[in-house]
C-alpha cells in the first residue's frame, strides 16, 4: 500500500525556519519526483516545490523561491522541505505528494501556522 | 504557466444526480491531468489520474475524459458520501497547476 506521511509542523514566528519531513513507503521511491502543496485557511491548493527522482532538478512556485529549499534522501525514503523567512501568508496545511507519475498518493498534511 | 479554470465553481445537486464537471487547461496538457476529491478538513484525494484512469478502490461511479486542453469529472449517480470539493490538477509542466475547485453540496 503507498503510504506518506507528514510531519514537523509547528507555531513559529514570522521570519522563523521550519523543516518538514515526510516517510513514503509502498513504492520505489527513488523513480519517483515529489512534492509539496499546501492549503491555507479556507482557500484552494497550492503547488509549492518538486524534486526529481535522483534529487538532480528542483522546481519553486514563485511565492516561495530563494526561502524554501526541497531535498530527498532515497536512502531514507524521505522527503524534506526547509522553510526559512517563513511568513503570515505561509500558514497553511502542507501536504507530501506523489503527483507526476502514477498513481497518485497523498499525506494527511501537517499544520505550519506563522503568527507572532 | 499553465492556467486551470474550472466550471462550474459550485452546483447544488440532489442524491441520485449525474454531475459532470469540467476542467480547461489554458495550452494542451495531453492527458496530464488527476481529479482530485476533498472534504473539509481532510486531505485530497485522488479519485482519476491520466485524465481517464481510475485510481484504485475508486467507485466506477466516477469516470474522466478528455485530452488536450478539455476535461471532464463525471459522477454516474451522486451519493451522501460525494459532497464535497472536487479540484484538477495538471502535471504537463512546471510550476504544476490547480483548477480553483468545484463545490459539490446537497440540494
Known amino acids: 500500500e503507498v503510504q506518506v506521511l507528514e510531519a514537523g509542523g509547528d507555531l513559529v514566528q514570522p521570519g522563523g525556519s521550519l523543516r518538514l519531513s515526510c516517510a513514503a513507503s509502498g513504492f520505489t521511491f527513488s523513480s519517483n519526483a515529489m512534492s509539496w502543496v499546501r492549503q491555507a485557511p479556507e482557500k484552494g491548493l497550492e503547488w509549492v516545490s518538486s524534486i526529481s527522482g535522483s534529487g538532480d532538478s528542483t522546481s519553486y512556485a514563485d511565492s516561495v523561491k530563494g526561502r524554501f529549499t526541497i531535498s530527498r534522501d532515497n536512502s531514507k525514503n524521505s522527503l524534506y522541505l526547509q522553510m526559512n523567512s517563513l511568513r503570515a501568508e505561509d500558514t497553511a496545511v502542507y501536504y507530501c505528494?506523489?503527483?507526476?507519475?502514477?498513481?497518485?498518493?497523498w499525506g494527511q498534511g501537517t499544520l505550519v501556522t506563522v503568527s507572532s | 504557466d499553465i492556467q486551470m479554470t474550472q466550471s462550474p465553481s459550485s452546483l447544488s445537486a440532489s442524491t441520485g444526480d449525474r454531475v459532470t464537471i469540467t476542467c480547461r487547461a489554458s495550452q494542451g496538457i495531453s492527458n496530464n491531468l488527476v481529479w482530485f476529491q476533498q472534504k473539509p478538513g481532510k486531505a485530497p484525494k485522488s479519485l482519476i489520474y491520466?485524465?481517464?484512469t481510475l485510481q484504485s478502490g475508486v467507485p466506477s461511479k466516477f469516470s474522466g475524459s478528455g485530452s488536450g486542453t478539455d476535461f471532464t469529472l463525471t459522477i454516474s449517480s451522486l451519493q451522501p458520501e460525494d459532497f464535497a470539493t472536487y479540484y484538477c490538477l495538471q502535471y504537463k509542466s512546471y510550476p504544476l497547476t490547480f483548477g480553483p475547485g468545484t463545490k459539490v453540496d446537497i440540494k
Open positions: 505528494a506523489k503527483v507526476v507519475g502514477a498513481p497518485p498518493a
Open positions: 491520466g485524465a481517464s
